[in-house]
Every structure is written in C-alpha cells, then in structure tokens.
C-alpha cells in the first residue's frame, strides 16, 4: 500500500484503528498471465478459498500438463469436461469466453497491462462475459501489485468493515 493511500484510509476512523492494529502490508504480486489471474478469479468469485482452490486444482488436472492452461486449450474443451472439474455451467461458459476473447487479442498481455491505468483495465475486461468490477479488482491487486484499489463490493472486505 502506497503512503498516499494509507494517509486517506486513515482519515476513516475505523480504517485508522484497522491499519494500526495490523500494521503495513506486504503484498507481493504474482505476476502471472492476466489469463491466468482472470480465469482464477472467475474460479474464486462466489465460493470460498478452499472450495476454490480444490476447483482450481481439478480444473488444471482436466489438461494434463504441468503449468496452467493456455486459451486455445481452453478453448478447445468441451463444456463437459469442465464442469466435471466442479466448474458451474455459467463458470465453465465464462471461462471459455474469455479464453476466446484472450485469442482474440481483449486479454492484456503482463506487459500491455504495465501501460494501462486502472480504469483502462476494468473498461476492457468488463466488456467479457463473466468478468465484473471485484474480478479486475483482484487481477489489478494480487497480480499487477496496483496499490490503490479499494474492493468495496467485495464480501470479505464489507464483513471485515462491519467487524472493525
């Protein structure tokens, strides 16, 4: 988290308490494909980390390679075989979608991304079928490492709020 925007959350007095009690954050970001950051969030949205993670797992295991699907893999999977993963049908949908959409050049690559601005981003992505504002919000967090990104529609964030 930048200076700037531990100074404004600090003028919440809630948040001020928080970010004492806590103290600095060290996020690393994994700087993965945004593919491959997409596709997980589209996996972790609605669900818990374990039951996501046990998904995630299945769903890598459908291709039977080391290292994480690419979108023309993706692509050329039958609905089916994804949803034995444990994959929703509107998941499994979305995800295909943005993998065609990945091809078709929508997805941003690590680097194209260093060059775009947070709205840039979530204006783009936004545009394919199953990713909202909370799934570019934790692309933009975890993976690009942006520091000044606030998931208020998140449910942990909100119920971690109601707690402080």
């Not at 945004?34 to 291709?63: E, T």
């Not at 394919?128 to 998931?151: A, E, H, S």
Request: proline residues 5%; contains cysteine; hydrophobic residues 40%.
């Amino acid at each position: 988290m930048t200076e700037r925007a531990r100074d404004h959350l600090k003028t919440d007095r809630v948040m001020a308490e928080v970010i004492h009690r806590i103290g600095p954050l060290n996020l690393r970001p994994r700087r993965i494909p945004p593919f491959q950051s997409l596709v997980q969030a589209i996996i972790h949205q609605q669900l818990s980390g374990q039951a996501a993670s046990r998904i995630l797992g299945r769903f890598q295991a459908v291709f039977g390679t080391r290292g994480f699907p690419g979108p023309h893999a993706v692509v050329s999977t039958e609905v089916e075989k994804l949803r034995a993963a444990g994959l929703s049908m509107a998941k499994a949908t979305y995800i295909k979608g943005l993998a065609q959409r990945a091809i078709e050049g929508l997805v941003p690559s690590l680097e194209q991304c260093n060059s775009l601005s947070d709205g840039e981003l979530l204006q783009r992505l936004t545009t394919i079928k199953g990713v909202g504002r909370w799934t570019v919000q934790m692309l933009l967090i975890f993976n690009l490492g942006r520091p000044d990104v606030f998931p208020i529609d998140d449910l942990g964030v909100r119920r971690g709020y109601q707690i402080a």
